[in-house]
Each structure stands twice: as C-alpha cells, then as structure tokens.
C-alpha cells in the first residue's frame, strides 16, 4: 500500500477523504500433498516393528518362534535370500506379522476338593458279636454332591491279612457292611474302614464307571466283628 500510493514510510499523512489505492493478495502456493505410499511400502511403514542385534548361538527358526513371527515373514522384510544370519547383523522383526494367539479351550469347572468326611458310627475300636448280624457304618455329609459323585467306602479285615477288602460307592451318608464280608472262623476280625469322595470321570470297556479323587480321605477307624461261634470242647 505504502508503494503503491507513495506514501511515506510513517503513513503519518494521511487525510480525511483520501483515496487509497489497494493491491490483490498475492496468492500463496499451498505445499505439495506428501507422497502416498503404495502397495509393500505402506504396508512396511504402517507395521510396527523392533530391530534385533543378533547374538551367538542364535539362527533364524529360533529368533522366530523367540518374537512368533513366522521364519519366512522375517526373511521377507529383511529381503534375505537364505536362513543364514551372522553374528552382530542386524534384523528388523515384523510384529504385526505374528500369528493369532488362539484363547483358551473353555473346561468344565471342576469343584474344589471336598474336606474328609467326619465319621460318626461305630465308634472306634467298637465290637460286634454272635448278635450282631448287621454292622452299619454311618458318616457325616460333606454338603450336596453332584450327579457324578459319590462316597467311596472301603472296608478291610485286618486279621485276614489276605488283602480281603470292600470297596463300595454310596450316594447316601451310611452303608451296611454286607453278612457275605463277616468272617468264616469264631476269632474277632478287626475291620478297618474309611470314607471318601469320588468323582466318575469315564468308563471302562465294560462300562464300569471309572473314579478320580473328589476330595480327602477321612480318618480311619477300626471294629471287631466275630463270626461264627467257638467249637464245643468235650469233656472225656
């Protein structure tokens, strides 16, 4: 303005009324748009990345499977030709080329272990004669159990020393040790048993249900139980 019209450099003369004349804008070039990567290169750019200095005793396979990066994915964006790299080499690991890492397989919930059943009946070391012809061993519930549960109940005569035992899975708090399982001879056999949960898990190929450990073993106890009466003595 101050060329155009030959006004001092001050503009301090100017006067009411005056006309002015106004010069255009001189028009400013806008910048140039950037480069528009294409094709591998914007794929390369927008990859997230992290360069590795190679260390002794390290190859290609185990630097992959060190990051999950596929082997052939590293030697493509590092344009090697062979699986060689050498000590101190530098590589660039493609992490956007990691494969997917697949979540977890859901599985069934499995309960925590149940505590050891409290034992109630026969007290320890009780004893059962000639009039005892039913001995039921009674215990205290360890809460619902599912449909898959049961209590295992194991009985051993101790005095037969032959490994003779009982194993039977009860649903209720209490079973009777079957007359078949009294002993033959007039001795008291001490009887050992204990209580436990179970869980089927399977099946046998004869269809026999197949058991786990649902929880801890109760404390054992032991009764007596006579079987037959003593052989009469004859007096000559």
Not at 49 to 60: A, H, P, R, S, Y
Not at 94 to 109: D, I
Not at 156 to 161: I, K, N
Request: net charge negative; proline share 11%; aromatic share 6%.
């Amino acid at each position: 303005i101050i060329i155009l019209n030959n006004l001092p450099a001050s503009c301090n003369a100017l006067t009411i009324g005056q006309v002015l004349q106004i010069p255009f804008p001189t028009p400013t070039a806008s910048p140039p748009p950037p480069p528009t990567l294409e094709g591998a290169a914007a794929t390369e750019q927008a990859c997230e990345k992290v360069v590795i200095t190679v260390q002794e005793n390290d190859t290609l396979s185990s630097i992959a499977a060190n990051y999950a990066v596929p082997q052939e994915a590293i030697k493509a964006f590092n344009g090697l030709s062979t699986d060689t790299v050498f000590l101190a080499m530098q590589i660039q690991i493609p992490l956007c080329m990691r494969a997917a890492t697949p979540g977890p397989t859901p599985t069934p919930t499995t309960p925590p272990p149940y505590p050891a059943p409290n034992l109630l009946l026969p007290t320890d070391g009780a004893s059962f004669t000639l009039a005892n012809d039913v001995v039921t061993l009674q215990w205290a519930s360890i809460g619902a159990l599912r449909d898959n549960e049961v209590y295992q109940v194991s009985v051993e005569d101790v005095t037969e020393g032959e490994g003779r035992k009982l194993i039977n899975y009860v649903t209720d708090t209490k079973f009777i040790v079957p007359v078949s399982f009294r002993p033959k001879d007039s001795l008291p056999h001490v009887m050992r048993w204990n209580v436990t949960t179970v869980r089927q898990f399977g099946a046998d190929d004869q269809g026999e249900p197949i058991w786990e450990s649902a929880g801890a073993m109760s404390k054992e106890r032991v009764f007596s139980w006579t079987g037959a009466a003593p052989a009469s003595t004859q007096t000559p």
